[in-house]
């Protein structure tokens, strides 16, 4: 199994579509767009699971800067999730 980010996604793109784009190179278990949850509105990126990691990688390599409606898209393995965001980690005093 693998999963695949995929940045820079013309705003109007459902899942369908992702789902379609990628179906071509095998079995899609998933393929989310990831949405702001106050407005609905796309963020601009998905992600996408396929069943097999050769076929997500012959996915990456043929769909990376390629025109999907009208835009041309970052295809790569998506980076495990951790907690650090990047911020400042020392402990915040408090606001008088």
């Not at 071509?24 to 393929?31: D, K, N, Q, Y």
């Not at 009208?70 to 295809?75: A, D, E, L, P």
Request: overall charge positive; proline content about 4%.
């Amino acid at each position: 199994m693998m999963n695949i980010y995929v940045g820079n996604l013309p705003y109007q793109t459902t899942d369908d579509e992702l789902r379609a784009a990628f179906s071509a190179f095998g079995e899609v278990t998933s393929a989310k767009v990831i949405k702001d949850l106050q407005t609905g509105r796309s963020k601009g990126f998905g992600f996408v699971e396929m069943a097999d990691k050769a076929q997500g990688e012959a996915a990456i390599d043929q769909l990376n800067n390629t025109n999907l409606n009208g835009r041309s898209i970052r295809v790569n393995e998506a980076r495990p999730k951790t907690s650090d965001r990047g911020g400042d980690l020392r402990p915040r005093r408090p606001r008088r």
